[in-house]
C-alpha cells in the first residue's frame, strides 16, 4: 500500500520560507520520480516541480529561481523548498510518486496548505 505523507505547510508571512517534506512509504522510492503540485483556491491543479530518479529537475516558471526540490533516497523523503513566498503562491500543495518517465505520476498525497498572507 503505497503512501505519501506531506508535512510542512502553513501560514507563512511574503517574503517568508517554507519546506515541504514528503514521506513515501510502500514504493521503491530511489526507482520512483516525485512531484510537487498545487491547486490555488478555484482554480485547476498545476505542476510546481519534478525530480527524476536520476535527480534531474524541472520546475515551473512561475517558481523558478524561489523553490528548490530535492529528495534523500536514503530518508524516503522528497521536499520543496520554497523561498521569497508571495500571496499567489498560496494553494494545497500536493506530492506525486511513481515509475512512469513523465509526470503526473500514479499517487498522491493528501495535500498540505500553505497560505501566504500578511
Known amino acids: 500500500q503505497v503512501q505519501l505523507v506531506e508535512s510542512g505547510g502553513g501560514l507563512v508571512q511574503p517574503g517568508g520560507s517554507l519546506r515541504l517534506s514528503c514521506a513515501a512509504s510502500?514504493?521503491?522510492?530511489?526507482?520512483?520520480?516525485v512531484g510537487w503540485y498545487r491547486q490555488p483556491p478555484g482554480k485547476e491543479r498545476e505542476l510546481v516541480a519534478v525530480?527524476?530518479?536520476?535527480?534531474?529537475?524541472n520546475s515551473a516558471d512561475s517558481v523558478k529561481g524561489r523553490f528548490t526540490i530535492s529528495r534523500d533516497n536514503a530518508k524516503n523523503t522528497a521536499y520543496l523548498q520554497m523561498n521569497s513566498l508571495k500571496p499567489e503562491d498560496t494553494a494545497v500543495y500536493y506530492c506525486?510518486?511513481?515509475?512512469?518517465?513523465?509526470?503526473?505520476?500514479?499517487?498522491w498525497g493528501q495535500g498540505t496548505q500553505v497560505t501566504v498572507s500578511s
Open positions: 506525486n510518486a511513481g515509475y512512469s518517465s513523465t509526470a503526473p505520476y500514479r499517487y
Open positions: 525530480i527524476s530518479n536520476n535527480f534531474i529537475t
Open positions: 510502500g514504493v521503491i522510492f530511489s526507482l520512483a520520480g
